[in-house]
């Protein structure tokens, strides 16, 4: 099969959304099947800087919102010759926004199916993103406009059930054919760096964390939107309960230097840490120096950070959330709180029970491997056939006939 994958987020940028379209670009090209990315330019240009032939960088400037995004004005006759040329049968985009209006174009030109993959809950992201006018914006205008770019999609691909319940509401497209494919890890690519006991003793005296000490971790952008400073919060009042725990931010974003500001101001400088920004490949040992990991986050779709916390043995407390109804189970490899005062007590809970940390976080491990890169290689390819056989027949695919695809799916 030759696929498409369109995205406004791409290598060299990092975040969630980069991680999901490398790995399903590996995994589909593992398994056989050719596969193209249409992309933004971090240098304006189109193809300034990249030299894989399935590549298309498209001409773009830089988002006046947020760290390393941008806005792209694909040409319309370019990305379709470039589709040709690859006798791409399907496009799979995961974004809603200039590259994904590019998609559905270029589908309507070549007459295949254009689907999508929901990635964002902008209803928690646009107040922050449209500062300082975004809290002045009503939420029905932001769900009018959120409908409007997902309308034209063949078939969605929602990350949870969080995802497909929102797009089922009535107010969004409750008619538009959906199924839940939950965000993976690469287990290999993410463990591929060896970590030796030397290592993680060589990280912890660089940050000050002594061995005898319970260590708090943070993984993701440190952004308001995340709700980082109502953790920070929760934070301080765990440490003031116990002398024996610090606390590690790892990442980059605009919260940070006021966190950082109010932790010298508290004099806590040596308990609350603040990495600033870590390459993906070096975050596993960033993981494996944590003892429980923590967020308040409510803005998730299904949390990447979330499965690599899994995948590196450590119990996880959040607040309650669909969107980690697959990866934390209440008592069994972490906690789901129902107010961020609420974490506390099972913070502490964990922080001094080390028997019950260590039984969570074999739990944990266990979970993550309901989430391999091969799973949701099989499943989205999957989808993508069940698309294909309907597409562009009179009889449209329907929600049971993709859950009926993805279900028969198995792995050994």
Known sequence: MNIALFSDSYL???SGIVTVVVQLRKILTELGHHVVIVTVSPHGYENSEDDDPNVLRVYSIPAPVGDNQYIAFPHKKVVVDFLKQH???????HTEFYIAHAAKSAGKILHIPVVATTHTMWEDFYKYYLFPFGRMVPKKVIRKIVRRLYKKFYALIN?????????????M?????????????????FLSQKITDEDKSALKKSLGINDNEITLIFVGRVVEEKRVEELYDVIV?????RANVKMIFVGSGGASYALESETARLHLSDRILFTGFVNWENLSLYYSIGDIFVTTSLSEMHSMTALEALLSHL???CRRDDSFSD???HGKNGYLADSDEEMDGFILDLVD??????????????????????????????FYKEVLKHYPLPSPVFDRDLKKAIDAVKID
């Open 327 to 329: 990866t934390v189970f």
């Open 173 to 189: 497209l409750p008619f538009t054919p959906s199924v839940v494919i939950p965000n993976a890890i690469d287990t290999e690519a």
């Open 12 to 14: 060299p940028t990092k």
């Open 237 to 241: 009042r765990v440490l003031k309960a």
């Open 315 to 317: 119990p996880i407390v």
């Open 87 to 93: 006798n791409i049968q399907i496009i799979h985009s």
């Open 159 to 171: 990350v949870s059930d969080k995802a497909r319940e929102y797009f089922k509401s009535p107010f």
């Open 353 to 382: 029970d080390g028997e019950k940390r260590r039984k969570f976080a074999e739990e944990s491990f266990e979970i993550s491997k309901n989430f391999s890169i091969r799973l949701h290689g099989l499943r989205t390819l999957a």
